[in-house]
């Protein structure tokens, strides 16, 4: 397992965080965490990357207890944090070395690797100029090269593209698909788009919760479907409710109770649900159109640039 927490959960003062934040990473890809802000996603990073000790809970990398073994478990880890670590007042090929020094890489392996990750990221022509005098992008090349420098297995970016221009964001987006052939990538975003660009697979936390986990398909099928729940005394076979114009999925939830995907406008399923059920003796007791956390959290989401 390249990434596991058991119930992860974090306060700052009095106020919960996160709370049972359970993740399983397993394969190699793009995972992301996506959530509005002040959802948790910093803090669930922070602790997964040993810079911030959780409340509760625990941490695997590559099944090293970051908590037990800290200096392990970080050679398995690359993180490029919301606001980079950046030391402006040296060169780019000043900082990766002194990088490379903290992560107490092979002092005869270090050159090499500079030259590699300078070269990866695209800013081998900008080695000797100052990180001050570098713009938003590279300085975000620079703090995402300072993640990979030494192949970690996980690489663990937050918010990577917040503050970029159109063109950057691109430009990062096609640096970070480079990255995940070799390394597996969580990197969180408040952007559904970006999200949905990038990932194999999306976990969605909200209020310090996970609210949704599963693959970008999954996330994408359930965000365009409606659903009502309805409760009957006598509940027909699944294959009946089908027959009703419009209905595309049926989940039996409880011997009484289905969610019913359909295509098409409420008030009009709502009123062939009706009439199913009192032409079959389904004996409905209640319908209810599918509100919860998750269509308000993808409104949010939507409207802050996705
Ligand atoms: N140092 C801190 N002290 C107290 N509360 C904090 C601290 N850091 C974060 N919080 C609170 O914890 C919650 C989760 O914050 P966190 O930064 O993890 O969210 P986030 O999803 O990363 O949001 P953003 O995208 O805005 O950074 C928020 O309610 C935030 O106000």
């Known amino acids: 397992m390249i990434l596991k927490t058991e119930n992860l959960s974090h306060k700052y003062s009095s106020n919960w965080a996160i709370r049972d934040i359970n993740i399983e990473i397993a394969e190699a890809g793009i995972i992301g965490l996506l959530g509005s802000n002040g959802a948790g996603k910093s803090t669930t990073m922070n602790i997964i990357c040993g810079t911030l000790n959780q409340t509760e809970g625990n941490v695997f990398i590559n099944d090293i207890d970051v908590r037990k073994h800290p200096m392990e478990a970080k050679k398995q880890i690359g993180f490029l944090p919301q606001t980079p670590p950046l030391y402006t007042d040296l060169t780019i090929d000043e900082y990766l070395v002194y990088c490379a020094e903290l992560r107490l890489m092979d002092k005869t392996k270090i050159k090499a690797a500079v030259a590699e990750v300078k070269e990866r990221c695209g800013i081998a022509h900008f080695s000797s100029r100052l990180i001050n005098n570098l713009s938003g992008g590279y300085r975000q090349r620079v703090g995402i090269a300072q993640a990979i420098l030494h192949k970690p297995k996980l690489v663990v970016m937050d918010e990577p593209t917040n503050g970029l221009d159109p063109n950057q964001m691109i430009e990062a987006r ?42 970008m398909d999954a996330f994408n099928s359930y965000a365009q479907s409606n659903a009502v729940i309805i409760r009957m005394v006598n509940p027909p076979a699944t294959a009946d409710i089908l027959k009703v114009n419009g209905v595309t999925e049926v989940n039996f939830l409880s011997d009484k109770q289905a969610r019913v995907f359909f295509e098409g406008n409420e008030d009009e399923i709502t009123a062939r649900l009706v009439a199913a059920s009192v032409a079959g003796g389904w004996g409905l007791k209640e319908i209810n159109l599918e509100k919860g956390v998750l269509d308000e959290v993808f409104k949010q989401l939507s409207n802050t640039g996705g």
Do not use: P, W, Y
């Open 174 to 215: 096609k640096l970070i698909r480079e990255i995940a052939e070799e390394h597996t990538v969580l990197f969180s975003s408040h952007v559904l788009s970006e999200v949905n660009l990038l990932c194999r697979e999306v976990i969605m936390i909200e209020g310090g919760r996970i609210v949704f986990s599963d693959s």
